[in-house]
Nanobody, 127 residues
Framework: QVQLEETGGGLVQAGGSLRLSCAAS????????LGWFRQAPGKEREFVAA????????YYADSAKGRFTISRGNAKNTVYLQMNSLKPEDTTVYYC????????????????????WGQGTLVTVSS
C-alpha cells in the first residue's frame, strides 16, 4: 500500500518561499500522476498542482499559476512543490496526492481521482 509523507511546511513571511516535498513508500508511484491539494478549516480540499508520471505534463490551479512549480525527483517517487511569492491566503494544510490509475495529470485535478493522501503539512504565511 502506497504511503505518502510530506515535509517542508512551516512559517514564512509574505513574499517568501517554501519548498514542500513528498516521498512515497510501500509501493511505486513513479509511473503515475502525483499532485498537491490544500484545505483550509471549514473548506473543501482544493486542487493546487499535478504532474504526470513522466514529469512532462503539469497542471495548476489559477491561484498557483506563476507562483508555484511542481516537479518530480529523478527516481520519480518524490514530488516537490516550490512555492514563491507566498501570500497570507496561502496559509493552510497542504496534502500530497497520488492517482494510481493514471499516467497523465489531468484527472488528478479532481479529489475523486486520488488513491492515496499524505498526512498533510502546515504552511503559515504571515503578513
Amino acid at each position: 500500500q502506497v504511503q505518502l509523507e510530506e515535509t517542508g511546511g512551516g512559517l514564512v513571511q509574505a513574499g517568501g518561499s517554501l519548498r514542500l516535498s513528498c516521498a512515497a513508500s510501500g509501493g511505486t508511484v513513479k509511473n503515475y500522476a502525483l499532485g498537491w491539494f490544500r484545505q483550509a478549516p471549514g473548506k473543501e480540499r482544493e486542487f493546487v498542482a499535478a504532474i504526470s508520471g513522466g514529469g512532462g505534463s503539469t497542471y495548476y490551479a489559477d491561484s498557483a499559476k506563476g507562483r508555484f512549480t511542481i516537479s518530480r525527483g529523478n527516481a520519480k517517487n518524490t514530488v516537490y512543490l516550490q512555492m514563491n511569492s507566498l501570500k497570507p491566503e496561502d496559509t493552510t494544510v497542504y496534502y500530497c496526492a497520488a492517482d494510481l490509475t493514471s499516467i497523465g495529470a489531468a484527472n488528478l485535478r479532481s479529489r475523486d481521482r486520488v488513491d492515496a493522501w499524505g498526512q498533510g503539512t502546515l504552511v503559515t504565511v504571515s503578513s
